[in-house]
T-cell receptor, first 113, second 113 residues
Framework: DAGVIQSPRHEVTEMGQEVTLRCKPISGHNSLFWYRQTMMRGLELLIYFNNNVPIDDSGMPEDRFSAKMPNASFSTLKIQPSEPRDSAVYFC???????????FGPGTRLTVL | GDSVTQMEGPVTLSEEAFLTINCTYTATGYPSLFWYVQYPGEGLQLLLKATKADDKGSNKGFEATYRKETTSFHLEKGSVQVSDSAVYFCALGTQGGSEKLVFGKGTKLTVNP
């Protein structure tokens, strides 16, 4: 059974460009999470969805970041315009039910030059 | 609010040494507790969990016991291997509450041959 799928695995872009990260959760899971990981700040929860509805976006850094979940099998995290300080590894995770095990994808390593 | 405190790393051990990584928590209600492991270049994956007081989670030689009286969930392994080198995260989830997990900052473990 496929796990959480993220694409691309690596992204290098220039400052000011739009970046879109993609995630396919595990089939049947009803909650999806976007995290950012950096050496300085560690693992941060950006936003999470339950049944495709955004529940908590308090971790989204600023208006340049937006996330959508148009259906149960797909989510995007968009950064527009991107800045060098956005360079990080972005993880998507999914789960079924409250306080359950979260399954993480392999991450997208974003470098903004 | 809910929080998790882990011992700061990095931790460096020789092969076959005994490992303890301390984790304490603050939570309302009766949380589930988790240890996740992140190997280099990968996403987080569940190592073990416990859902109620006095439960012991175990996997791959690692153990942790849910201690409600000391609000702790310390990770232990009797004899570490080089392949255990990774970052370890303690986390909690509140039963009947939010779907999100609260993670500690992570502890990097390096095991030398």
């Amino acid at each position: 059974d496929a796990g959480v799928i993220q694409s691309p695995r690596h992204e290098v872009t220039e400052m000011g460009q739009e970046v879109t990260l993609r995630c396919k959760p595990i089939s049947g899971h009803n909650s999806l999470f976007w995290y950012r990981q950096t050496m300085m700040r560690g693992l941060e929860l950006l936003i999470y969805f339950n049944n495709n509805v955004p529940i908590d976006d308090s971790g989204m850094p600023e208006d340049r970041f937006s996330a959508k979940m148009p259906n149960a099998s797909f989510s995007t995290l968009k950064i527009q315009p991107s800045e060098p300080r956005d360079s990080a590894v972005y993880f998507c995770a999914s789960t079924l039910g409250a306080a359950g095990e979260q399954f993480f994808g392999p991450g997208t390593r974003l470098t903004v030059l | 609010g809910d929080s998790v405190t882990q011992m700061e790393g990095p931790v460096t051990l020789s092969e076959e040494a005994f490992l303890t990584i301390n984790c304490t928590y603050t939570a309302t209600g009766y949380p589930s507790l988790f240890w996740y492991v992140q190997y280099p270049g990968e996403g987080l994956q569940l190592l073990l969990k416990a859902t109620k007081a006095d439960d012991k989670g175990s996997n791959k030689g690692f153990e942790a016991t849910y201690r409600k009286e000391t609000t702790s969930f310390h990770l232990e392994k009797g004899s570490v291997q080089v392949s255990d080198s990774a970052v370890y995260f303690c986390a909690l989830g509140t039963q009947g509450g939010s779907e999100k997990l609260v993670f500690g900052k992570g502890t990097k473990l390096t095991v030398n041959p």
